[in-house]
């Protein structure tokens, strides 16, 4: 099994090994382009650009897979969850027509790459449901429905649902797809590899510093490139792009059923936020999936709800045999609707990044994977422009920087925290987190299933806010920007490229003595 960003496991984690790197990167060589995360966007991106002649070096912090692309569920669409009115509102009639093409373009790629390098992962075509259950959903139903039937796509109205829920009104979409992602990605990377393309895992890319060529600082050394790819779902550090991402949490389960009464189409409600249901086979079982309950990062007092929420609407309506996999996971809103992809914000011209896919990020890195390779290669189409980062307007006083927040210092250092006085301080069961005020500062505690208490400084290293308990994953997150760190503080999830700072506890009272004399 691979790790991902999260204590729970996904379908796709629970039924893959590892991904096996098979070439070694050269710290002496100038590549053309270096691409910085292993998710679905990192390896498309990296394999368009290979292909198209680049020499190109892929560098993932942990393994294949660890970010939302191992959590995601995987539905392919060319209905999206902004709306083709709402685009045609925020842009143009022209524009909703350049996203559905570009979108329908990155499911023809996907289906494209699975034939050419025979990738075996459930990809297949099949119709998408959307139903709505009141007046004022069906109301926001007929709108998506006449945007979408202008924009090309085949939406049919139904009187019939394949699945047991009551409705008012319903549509179906022809043209959807689904497959397993980690199953795809893994292809992809084996056709990079193929091609010439260099993997790295577990190296962390730190910091870049862009004089002639890009000189990347990583966890294990540095490396040159020409130009640089953030595909890291949003970039490290501080940069106005990631001021107009909100990141949500997001959750999914994968259940057997009884009556083997599995959906052979995609289906969604009209809630906000909305659920859905879908069928997937993986290593020989079937799968319902079901997913929504989604929330602003670190906004959720109670994360295990969501999932109890999931779990009691998939039983009002399907025989449940089994609830075989739980998890949750991250994607990124932006401020307008669609996805920024290209030149990063304040950033000289050969650094790219792709983010703010919402939930559309399985369709959406394709589009970022073409419209990169397109620039990097010269050539210049429509698409450019529309995703263009640079469309976020400017704000005043703010400085666009890639690179970690210098003032964060380690106001701990050197500390030796006495447990009992912190137990004393919270009291928590097992598996419990607190942050408490201690000596006159804020401490972030958690006692695991063993009784030992893990303490850090609940400072976020990106901006400084203060990280909350995210029970159903373990998890530290960040309110502000959905920074993630684990329950000793490692980071899983950017805009944080530092961890929380540890704090060291001991057991043994004259131990905390003897260090406070000096
Ligand atoms: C529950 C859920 C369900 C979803 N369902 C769908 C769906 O059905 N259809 C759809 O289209 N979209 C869906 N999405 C959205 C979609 O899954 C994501 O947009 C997509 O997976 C993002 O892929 P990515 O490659 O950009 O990012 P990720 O998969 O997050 O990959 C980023 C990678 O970058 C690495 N990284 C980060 N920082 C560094 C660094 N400094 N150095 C090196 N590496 C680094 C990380 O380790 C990670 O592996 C869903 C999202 C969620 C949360």
């Not at 006159?440 to 299933?449: E, Q, S, T």
Request: proline content about 4%; some cysteine.
């Amino acid at each position: 099994m691979i790790q991902r960003d999260a204590s729970t496991i996904s379908l796709w984690q629970g039924n893959i090994e590892p991904f096996q790197s098979t070439l070694i990167a050269d710290h002496m060589a100038t590549y053309d382009v270096i691409i910085v995360g292993g998710g679905i966007t990192g390896l498309t991106t990296a394999l368009l650009l290979q292909e198209a002649g680049k020499r190109c070096l892929l560098l993932e912090a942990n393994n294949i897979g660890f970010g939302t692309t191992g959590g995601t569920t995987a539905h392919l669409n060319t209905i999206l969850d902004t709306s083709y009115a709402q685009i045609e509102k925020n842009f143009s009639k022209e524009d909703a027509g350049l996203v559905r093409e570009s979108v329908g373009a990155a499911i023809g790629l996907i289906q494209q790459n699975i034939e050419r390098f025979s990738i075996d992962c459930g990809f297949d075509y099949t119709d998408a449901y959307l139903f709505a259950q009141d007046e004022k959903q069906t109301e926001a139903l007929d709108i998506i429905a006449k945007s979408a039937r202008e924009e090309g796509v085949n939406i049919t109205l139904q009187d019939q649902l394949p699945v047991p829920f009551n409705f008012t009104k319903a549509y179906k979409i022809a043209g959807q797809a689904r497959f397993n992602p980690l199953a795809y990605i893994y292809g992809l990377a084996r056709a990079f590899e193929n091609a010439g393309g260099i993997i790295v895992q577990d190296c962390r890319v730190i910091e870049i510093h862009n004089t002639n060529h890009i000189k990347v600082d990583t966890t294990i050394g540095e490396f040159t490139g020409m130009n640089i790819v953030y595909a890291t779902h949003v970039p490290p550090g501080i940069n106005l792009v990631h001021l107009r991402c909100v990141p949500y949490r997001s959750y999914a389960l994968a259940v057997r059923l009884a009556d083997n009464a599995y959906p052979a189409e995609l289906i969604y409600d009209m809630h906000e936020p909305y659920h859905y249901f879908r069928t997937q086979e993986v290593n020989g079982k079937k799968y319902l999936i079901a997913g929504g309950e989604d929330h602003q990062t670190g906004h959720h007092e109670n994360t295990e709800q969501c999932f109890r929420n999931l779990e009691a609407l998939v039983r009002a309506h399907f025989k449940v045999k089994s609830v075989d996999y739980k998890w949750s996971s991250q994607f990124y809103e932006s401020a307008d609707g669609l996805p920024y992809i290209g030149n990063m914000p304040g950033q000289p011209d050969n650094v790219y990044v792709a983010t703010g896919f919402g939930g559309n990020g399985m369709v959406y890195s394709g589009v970022a994977a073409m419209v990169i390779r397109n620039i990097i290669m010269g050539k210049h189409r429509a698409t450019e422009k529309l995703f263009n980062p640079n469309r976020i307007k400017p704000i005043a006083g703010f400085t666009n920087f890639v690179t970690h927040n210098a003032d964060v210092v380690k106001l701990f250092f050197g500390k030796l925290f006495p447990a009992h006085k912190l137990a004393e301080l919270a009291e928590m069961a097992p598996g419990e987190a607190q942050v408490v005020n201690y000596d006159g500062h804020r401490v972030a505690l958690y006692k695991d299933d063993e009784g030992m208490l893990h303490a850090v400084n609940p400072v976020c290293t990106h901006m400084k806010c203060e990280v909350g308990w995210n029970s159903a994953e373990r998890s530290w997150d960040c309110p502000c920007h959905g920074a993630r760190y684990d329950a000793d503080g490692k980071v899983l999830n950017t805009p944080a490229d530092r961890d929380l700072e540890h704090l060291d506890i001991s057991h043994d009272t004259s131990k905390v003595e003897a260090h406070e004399q000096f």
